[in-house]
């Protein structure tokens, strides 16, 4: 299958779905064309809320390590990494709330796109890693978000341990997932709680979700940043070597 990102609208409730053949990892192109759409759907009257999800197994293996390995200048490199930091920020504009659909694992900037969701439900099998040390740079850029959910410590832990996978019990005990199914139950579990939220009025909703995001106001420059820091490490003879090594975030 080739990589794509597509929007559609059911029974009030609009569903963002990605995917990319190397482990749902996301390319520049593909992180700006899930912004366009999250911004779509904010303004389609038909939609009460947004569900983000992935097709197969694995969630969202984070960056695209062939567009990392061709970085070679700060401004490009600033660049790819403004566009995590575009879709975060594109999230937590977004008038909607946001629900995520976690099927699999996370890495990396996955696991910054599942911790922007205003509500996550996901599987057992939705082990979590930020494994950015390990390749000479780290989660600069989805930090804020991370950390807003499961705290400091926890994000600590998480990145420090960047060569170890946390389970998907402990996403759930640290705040990152709302809730935490079987497999076999994800589909049946999503439907009934987005039904259900849609079903509220609309602008209880929107005033919700602003509520949830006070005080992120300042992200507007902050991920952009935090991009630049990144965009620099990735230009490191230690970055090229390691990315050289791997083919998976």
Not at 46 to 56: D, P, T
Not at 148 to 171: D, F, P, Q, V
Request: with cysteine.
């Amino acid at each position: 299958m080739t990589a794509f990102v597509k929007q559609e609208v059911k029974n009030n409730i609009g569903y963002l779905t990605f995917f990319h053949p190397a482990g749902n990892s996301f390319p520049s192109a593909q992180l700006q064309e899930l912004v366009k759409l999250i911004q779509d759907l904010d303004a389609n009257e038909n939609a009460a809320i947004i569900v983000l999800q992935s097709e197969g197994t694995t969630f969202c293996a984070g960056a695209s390590f062939d567009e990392l390995l061709q970085i070679d200048n700060l401004s490009d490199g600033k660049q790819f990494f403004s566009g995590f930091a575009n879709v975060i920020n594109a999230m937590r504009n977004c008038s909607k709330l946001i629900v995520g659909k976690v099927q699999g694992k996370a890495v990396g900037g996955g696991v910054g796109i599942i911790a922007a969701c205003d509500y996550a439900i996901a599987t057992t099998k939705a082990d979590v890693k930020l494994s950015e040390f390990t390749i000479g740079i780290g989660p600069f850029v989805i930090e804020p978000a991370v950390s807003r959910k499961i705290g400091h410590t926890a994000m600590g832990e998480l990145t420090l341990a960047g060569n170890e996978w946390k389970s998907a019990t402990w996403a759930f005990e640290k705040g990152l997932f709302a809730k935490l199914v079987q497999p076999e139950d994800l589909e049946s579990e999503l439907v009934k709680f987005t039904t259900q939220l849609a079903s509220y009025n609309p602008d209880a909703l929107a005033e919700m979700k602003k509520v949830l995001w006070q005080n992120t106001a300042h992200w507007t420059t902050l991920l952009y940043e935090r991009a630049e820091i990144s965009g620099k490490l990735v230009l490191s003879a230690f970055t090229k070597k390691a990315l050289g090594k791997n083919k998976n975030l």
